[in-house]
């Protein structure tokens, strides 16, 4: 099959197409011939050498965290499934033809959602409903801020804010103040003007999604034994703060994921889709996902 393999770290020129063995499928697992993949930070903060040295990460090695399909094959065990399935899932090595993986990580698509649209939701949308169902917890009419809240996780973890009936703050940057009010919430703060942070009101929680300055600015209206969730470790300073920190890594759902397929098709969930790419020219495509501000981008076979 033809893959989108990693050999070394460095700039987008260490990305190289090329043929690669087929993977098998085993027990309780299900093969997919690949529709499209979704390009996400995770995959260039890997290419760059950011997360060098953790034990899972040998190369060469196939990057890509979710795809969407046609189910070719299935395990001995897996009943959920069979071929010819439309399904979407959270992966390891989503940048190829073909793809192999437990039958836990995969949800079918709706009919109505076009299966190369579908590889934009699961590694994002479980990320941002996770961060506020499973770490940020709020409670029907808690204040909670969503930062990078017009990004694809930021946009999930409102979807799952409101669901729980929580008053939403939207916090981008200045230049987003305007784009964010389309989003629906109770409020929009811009992130990097100290003087609009501090009309905020007090905040039961925050769902962070970009770390850095932007949560550390705010951790001060943040009421004492209040929640910060993030998907990026823990904020410096929080704990000192007498804050509740929970910091994580999104784990596969299938069934959640399907429930996610069902919101986006009915237009629930919206999740923005920049380009699309076919898989020879992933070079071009991460080097454009890594620019700030940008929908998902998509490499389609």
Known sequence: ???????GYGDVDVLAVQEMPEPKVGPGEVKVRVTAASINPVDWKIRRGDMKGRADLKLPLILGRDVSGEVVEVGTGVEAFEPGDRVMGLVNAGYAETVVAPTECWAKVPDNLDLKDAAALPLVTLTG????EEHVRPSQGDTVLVTGALGAVGRSAIFAARARGARIWAGVRSKQVEEARMLGVDGVVALDDPKDVARLPTLDAVADTVGGEAVAAVLDKVKHGGTVGSVLGEPKGAKEKGLVVRSFMAHPDGHRLSQLAESAAKGDLVIPISRTFKLDDAREAQ?????SGVGKVLLVN
């Open 287 to 291: 080097k454009l996902a890594e620019q």
């Open 1 to 7: 099959m033809k893959a989108v393999v990693l050999k």
């Open 129 to 132: 409903t996770q961060l506020i």
